[in-house]
């Protein structure tokens, strides 16, 4: 069980690489600008813009995209996030909001497009 929930969070980043590394692009092809559209309501919720639901990924099943998602992942996001993605990292304890559990239903359950979106323009404190 243990390895199924850290796969899916590798699969997960490996998706996000794969779509920053490609440029994610609307269905009509236009680039779109994230920064100006950031939705931020309360601290408790973070919404993604409706048009991060209709991002394409392309790339969502490259087993070289959840390797590298990998090592991103134990780079960037693990100090905070934790090495199995629960929001238990040991930087992330002091930090207000506190980092995401990565393996919830609340964040999987979030389109492909919506995460890379939230990973891409950040929420203090996240990078």
């Known amino acids: 069980m243990k390895k199924n929930k850290v796969k899916i ?6 998706i996000i690489l794969i779509l920053t590394i490609v ?6 092809n236009k680039q779109l600008n994230y920064k100006n559209n950031y939705i931020m309501q309360n601290s408790d919720e973070w919404k993604a813009p409706a048009y991060a639901d209709k991002l394409v990924n392309r790339l969502k099943d490259l087993v070289k995209a959840s390797q590298k998602g990998k090592e991103i992942f134990d780079v960037q996001c693990a100090i905070c996030h934790g090495v ?3 929001g238990d990292g040991a930087a992330g304890m002091g930090l207000t909001p506190r980092p995401a ?3 919830s239903k ?4 979030q389109s492909d497009g919506a995460i890379y979106w939230k990973i891409t323009t ?3 404190p996240m990078a």
């Open 106 to 109: 609340k964040v999987q359950s």
């Open 9 to 14: 969070i590798y699969i997960f980043l490996g």
């Open 23 to 28: 440029g994610a692009k609307d269905n009509s």
């Open 122 to 124: 950040g929420k203090p």
């Open 101 to 103: 559990d990565l393996t």
């Open 84 to 86: 199995e993605g629960k």
